[in-house]
């Protein structure tokens, strides 16, 4: 009944749309989260084979970190289960800033 | 994720049904879930996960379960496929133009319901579900659920109180209206006179939006829309508020 796209990124109809193009996928989730992390349980990000992405798991902190292992799970096939904690000094690079941690499934799409 | 159930998962989406992804997370195997349907007695298999599913589904909060198989638990990310919340506005009036946008950003299926067509025109609001009927016929069309905001914004009285007095036999999860305390208070001298009762008065948020003291019609649709956010989001402060 409406014209509206209520899911801005679309991040399933992407991972369809990849996988339609011959690409492969892998989509990551955030399934557990522990306090002030940025984005809910259920957020979501899809992976090509190249790297391009869609969508968002963080406030832009891991998401580096996550394609990373998302391009890994498109070569081999398997799912990963990779906990996010509090940053420090030394490892900000794949932390959170704002000191939450959160929990990201990562899958193939097959 | 298996193709087909991605296939499945969009089709149900796009059909607004209400569906949950289970999925195992030591194997990464997934089904979907209709814990809102009737189920078939027979298939007795998982009844404990859709259990769950149903309870993550109403709280509408995805997560984590531990669903016992046999001696071991496994846990299973069960996540939440609700259809969009809806946001019916009575009154295709200014303030509806940036309601209606900030409301689709914010998530919303919206519509606008008012029988002027010279201000429900497809020119004022693209891509918004337009009703052309008398806002108590709108608001049956309509069809409020638990997951609607309902917003008057006519402030006329042969507009807007045919709609509340639809709206409040429903289970809405936001009211609100338009219109100063002054409006406000003969608003409900007349909904009192329909019947309605204190704790009926108490389901409107009258005057609209959080006092932020907004000017503009952008920035009070702001304010609409964050009252809303905290009606969806914390319900308890959005009482102790009023």
């Known amino acids: 009944m409406n014209e509206q796209n209520v899911d801005h990124e679309a991040v399933l109809e992407k991972a369809a749309e990849w996988k339609a193009a011959g690409r492969g996928v892998a989509l990551a989730t ?21 790297g391009d992405f869609v969508g968002s798991v963080s406030g832009g902190c891991i998401e580096g970190a996550v394609v990373t292992e998302a391009r890994q799970t498109i070569q081999d096939g398997q799912t ?13 690079q794949v932390g959170l800033a704002c000191g939450g941690k959160c929990e990201v499934f990562i899958e193939p799409l097959v | 994720m298996k193709s087909d159930i991605l296939k499945q998962l969009l089709a149900d989406r796009a059909a607004k049904r ?15 879930l209709y814990p809102g349907e009737p189920h078939d007695e027979t298939d007795d298999g998982d ?3 859709l259990f769950a599913a149903r309870r993550v589904m109403l709280a509408d909060k995805s997560g984590i379960v531990e669903i016992a198989d046999g001696a071991d638990g496994r846990k299973v990310f069960l996540h939440v496929y609700n259809p969009p919340l809806r946001m019916l506005i009575v009154g295709a009036v200014h303030i509806a133009q940036p309601l209606s946008q900030m409301a689709v950003l914010a ?14 025109s ?3 609001f693209p891509g918004i579900t337009l009703i052309d009927a008398w806002p108590d016929d709108g608001v049956d069309q309509f069809a409020p659920d ?5 917003v008057t914004l006519t402030h006329d009285p042969k507009l807007d109180d045919p709609a509340l007095i639809k709206v409040l ?13 002054r409006t406000h208070a003969k608003r409900l001298e007349r909904l009192g006179m329909e019947g309605f009762s204190q704790a009926d008065f108490a389901r409107i948020n009258g005057p609209i939006g959080l006092d932020i003291g907004g000017k503009s019609p952008a920035e009070i649709a702001v304010s609409i829309i964050a009252e809303i956010t905290q009606a969806l989001r914390r319900p308890k402060q959005a009482q102790t508020a009023e």
């Open chain 2, 107 to 120: 998530g919303y299926d919206v519509a606008i319901v008012d029988p002027r067509r010279e201000f429900a």
């Open chain 2, 47 to 49: 009844d404990e996960l």
């Open chain 1, 30 to 50: 955030v399934v557990a989260t522990w306090g002030s992390s940025p984005r809910p349980v259920g957020s979501q990000l899809v992976v090509e084979e190249g």
């Open chain 2, 146 to 150: 638990r997951r609607t905001a309902i």
């Open chain 2, 18 to 32: 209400q569906v949950v992804m289970a999925t195992d997370l030591a194997s990464g195997e997934g089904q979907l």
């Open chain 1, 80 to 92: 990963r289960l990779i906990d996010y904690g509090i940053s420090d000094e030394t490892a900000w």
């Open chain 2, 169 to 181: 036999r429903s289970d809405a999860f936001y009211i609100g209206c338009l219109g100063s305390n």
């Open chain 2, 122 to 124: 497809r020119d004022r």
